[in-house]
């Protein structure tokens, strides 16, 4: 298994409170995304990074923001936690920009309830 | 419309039966292309890449069609611990062009039953 770990895997939050999930790899793989998972939607890309301090937004954006200071790490920050956010959040990473892109391992996830 | 659409099902066979998703994918410039399996509650695991050759990985086959841009699975000889959502992963250009990105279909719910 790619060496992947998010922590905490389950957390409880109130509304409005700041939130930061982290995943930490051990492969110095170039890519590392952030999705969440919800009934009916799939999986929907949050933000990505493709190398440190180079990050981007995904589809659902809003209310998040990311860090990436170092290869192995990449941060995922609710500013200010709604109950829309109550969700299960993978991290992923990927080899790089090859043919079209390498394929992704994901972490185990990280169940976050916003109450 | 979403960029990779798949039947969200249930699929509900019988062991031994013989399944096939399919998957459709609306960017032509894509390039990588994967079928991954994911278990309740847990990480999505890749199931194998996807070829436009076709491919081919004991009793599961994927093929991919560039022309109609769709992807497809088939599971033979179903086992019970086959029950789980199948998800198509297409790698789609980033807007910038600098990446490509893992896009996720809505998965499809497969029940294998005795």
């Known amino acids: 298994d790619a060496g992947i770990t998010q922590s905490p895997r389950h957390k409880v939050t109130e509304t409005g409170t700041p939130v930061t999930l982290r995943c930490h790899q051990t492969?110095?793989?170039?890519?590392m995304y952030w999705y969440r998972q919800d009934p009916g939607h799939g999986l929907r890309l949050i933000h990505y990074?493709?190398?440190?301090?180079?990050?981007d937004k995904g589809e659902v954006s809003d209310g998040y923001s990311v860090s990436r200071s170092k290869t192995e790490d990449f941060l995922l920050t609710l500013e200010s936690a709604t109950s829309s956010q109550t969700s299960v959040y993978f991290c992923?990473?990927?080899?790089?920009?090859?043919?079209?892109?390498?394929?992704?391992?994901f972490g185990q996830g990280t169940r976050l309830t916003v109450v | 419309r979403k960029e990779v659409e798949q039947d969200p099902g249930p699929f509900n066979v019988p062991e031994g039966a013989t399944v096939a998703f399919n998957c459709t994918y609306s960017?032509?410039?894509?390039?990588?292309f994967f079928w991954y399996r994911q278990d309740c509650r847990k990480e999505p695991k890749l199931l194998m890449s996807?070829?436009?050759s076709g491919n081919e990985d004991g009793r599961f086959t994927a093929q991919l069609n560039r022309a109609s841009q769709y992807i497809s699975l088939l599971i033979r000889d179903s086992k019970l611990s086959d029950s789980a959502t199948y998800l198509c992963?297409?790698?789609?250009?980033?807007?910038?062009?600098?990446?490509?990105?893992?896009?996720f279909g809505r998965g499809t719910s497969l029940i294998v039953h005795p």
């Open positions: 992923a990473i990927s080899e790089g920009r090859y043919a079209g892109g390498t394929e992704a391992f």
């Open positions: 492969e110095n793989h170039r890519y």
């Open positions: 990074s493709y190398g440190v301090k180079d990050t």
């Open positions: 960017n032509s410039a894509s390039q990588s």
């Open positions: 996807v070829y436009s």
């Open positions: 992963v297409v790698n789609i250009p980033s807007a910038s062009g600098g990446s490509y990105i893992p896009t």
